[in-house]
């Protein structure tokens, strides 16, 4: 796998391995150019981290896809940015290189648009249980997606 020009992105956050050994875990793959994140809150991290997508010229290195965030949608979220922008992402656990395998972006986008559907799927049984009274649940103990919310009732 060529790996010239990829930029590792190496987090600087708790839980993570330090940022001397992520970077040289991307030495020994052969990426020698990296971006250091220091995530703040979720939204901090999701931006700072599409920063360095955006200003990749040949694409980026994760170690693992959990370097896109700490939840599934934060995952997911980076992952169709780096899909849809054609950017060219190689994950080092489990070897996974965009450009190299196909099938592997298909079944990215497969589960991508799977859970993209349950959400509103979710959503749609909330609202719809909560306007008839069917609910067995006080309103504020039934939570739904913000987004997945407004994709719904059009707000």
Known sequence: METSGLIGIVLDHAGFAPVEQQQSDFAAAGITATATV?????????YRVLTVIEGAEHGVAVAGLH?????TRAILDLLTEVLDRGVRLVVLQPDLDTAEDAVAVRALRAIISAVDQAGLIRTRAILDSLSTGETKSPPKARF???????RVTGA
């Not at 220091?38 to 991290?45: G, L, N, Q, R």
């Not at 370097?67 to 939840?71: E, K, Q, S």
């Not at 739904?144 to 407004?150: A, I, K, P, Y």
Request: proline letters at 5%; hydrophobic letters at 45%.
């Open 38 to 46: 220091a995530p703040m809150t979720a939204e901090d991290w999701h």
């Open 144 to 150: 739904v997606d913000r987004s997945d919310f407004e």
């Open 67 to 71: 370097a896109f965030g700490l939840t």
